[in-house]
Every structure is written in C-alpha cells, then in structure tokens.
C-alpha cells in the first residue's frame, strides 16, 4: 500500500454514522445538494455535492476553487459536525482544523473519474475521507496519470487518510454497489472528505 495511505475499516460505529446521518439530513436542508459541471465543457457530474465549514470546493464551467458560500444561493456553507472535528483531531496529525468538508451523494450510476485533490494549498495535511450507506469499488493509483492501480471496497463507516506521498495519489470510485447498505432511507452513498485548504 501507498506510503502514507491508512485504510481504518469500520472506523466508525454504528450510532456515529447516524448521526452524521442526521447532522447532514440539517445541512443539505441548509445547503441543498447541487450538480457541479466540468469547466470548460459544463459536462455534469453524476455526483451531487454539497459542503460544511468556512470553505466549500465548487467546480463549474469556470474552473474548480474554493468559496465561502453556496454556488446557487450564496449562503455559508453550515459548519463541520463536531463528531467530525473530533475524527479530523484524532487521525490528522497535522495542528490545525479542516476548512472544508466536501459531501459527495451518489446515487444510481453516480461514480467518480480518477483524480488528484490538488485545489489545496497546504498539501502537508492529509485528506480524512468518510464512507456511508452503500459500498464503493475506490481505486488508487500513484502520483502519475496512467500507472498501476488498486482497488479497496469502501464499506460504511470505513475512514481513509491520505497524508505523505498518498495525498496527492490518483483515485476514483468505479462504481457502487447498490443494496449493500441499510443506512440510508433511500439507498445511495455519501462521501465526507475533510480537507485543510489554505496555509495557516
Ligand atoms: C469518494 N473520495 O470516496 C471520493 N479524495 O467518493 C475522494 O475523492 C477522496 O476518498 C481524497 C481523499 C480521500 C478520498
Ligand atoms: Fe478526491
């Protein structure tokens, strides 16, 4: 495995995934999942997204970036869930909180193309990646476009942190497997991926 990559399996019981079930049912009340687009071809994702903290990744025809409010109505993104500050203390290593909790929704053929988180500016503190509800087939690669990759199936409740050399890794989801998960009323997967985005 990836130096630097750590895959904590079930990281997260039962009653901490519904909460965070419930703090996110509030939040997209506040924030509602949106589409971002491609920039340049304004193709849609297949995920719908939404974000918690002082700064939320927004992509658009214009490019990908971090902005204080949401793209649609302007409001404040609501703030990161304490059991999730406590989860980004405990794992991180690095002396300061997360300014962006990224909310991936994938439902029916949703998936995710190979990428690198690189919007950041600070890339010494890890990404600190939550899964709920359905299992995920998530392949990570090297720091080069094009190399060898594995796959690890993301259960609900299994934490990812890429720190060190995996930080700035390839990864995607293939695909996710429906059924595998009572979590969610109504099916479907939520990504949670908590990042630090600018220099302290
Ligand atoms: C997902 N995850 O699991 C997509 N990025 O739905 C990510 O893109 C990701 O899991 C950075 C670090 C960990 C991740
Ligand atoms: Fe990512």
């Not at 519904?18 to 491609?38: S, Y």
């Not at 934490?159 to 890794?169: E, K, N, Q, S």
Request: charged letters at 20%; hydrophobic letters at 35%; proline letters at 10%.
């Amino acid at each position: 495995m990836t130096p630097g990559l750590r895959y904590l399996p079930g990281h997260l019981a039962l009653p901490d995934q519904r909460q965070l079930v419930e703090n996110l049912r509030a939040a997209v009340a506040a924030a509602p999942l949106f589409v971002p687009v491609m920039p340049r071809t304004g193709r849609p994702f297949s995920v719908r997204m939404t974000n918690l903290g002082p700064l939320g990744w927004v992509s658009d025809r214009g490019g990908y970036r971090y902005q204080p409010g949401h793209p649609v109505s302007g409001t404040p993104w609501p703030p990161i869930p304490p059991l999730l500050l406590d989860l980004w203390r405990s794992l991180s290593g690095y002396p300061h909180d997360p300014e962006a909790c990224l909310v991936n929704f994938y439902s029916g053929g949703a998936k995710m193309g190979l990428h690198r988180d690189e919007d950041e500016e600070d890339f010494s503190a890890p990404v600190v990646s939550v899964s709920l509800g359905d299992t995920a087939v998530f392949r990570i690669g090297g720091p080069d476009r094009g190399g060898r990759t594995t796959t690890i199936k993301l259960q609900s409740g299994d934490v990812l942190v890429m720190g060190g050399a995996a930080r700035l890794c390839y990864h995607g989801i293939d695909r996710v497997l429906g059924g595998t998960s009572t979590l969610l009323k109504d099916g479907g997967r939520i990504n949670l991926t908590l990042r630090r985005v600018r220099k302290p």
